[in-house]
C-alpha cells in the first residue's frame, strides 16, 4: 500500500498522524450511530477515515494529502 511523498517530511507525517487520530474519533462517533449498512454491517470505515482526515489536513493546514486509495488504484479497503 503506497503513501503519499508528502508523508516522507516529519512535520508533514505529525499533521498527518494528528489528522488520522481527530478523523478516527469523528469516524467512531458517527459508526456508533449511524455507521451500519442496510444489512447491519459495518462498511467503509477506514476510507471515512481517511476522507475525514484529508478533509482535516486541507482545512486546518491547507495540505492537498493522498490517501493510500489514492496512491494504490485497485486497492480495496473496509
Request: no cysteine.
Amino acid at each position: 500500500m503506497a503513501r503519499d511523498p508528502i508523508e516522507n517530511d516529519p512535520r508533514i507525517k505529525a499533521l498527518v498522524d494528528a489528522a488520522m487520530a481527530e478523523a478516527h474519533q469523528i469516524v467512531e462517533a458517527h459508526w456508533e450511530s449511524n455507521g451500519y449498512n442496510a444489512r447491519g454491517i459495518r462498511k467503509g470505515k477506514t476510507p471515512a477515515t481517511w476522507k475525514e482526515a484529508a478533509r482535516i489536513l486541507r482545512e486546518k493546514h491547507g495540505i492537498i494529502w493522498k490517501n493510500p486509495m489514492q496512491m494504490t488504484p485497485g486497492l480495496f479497503v473496509d
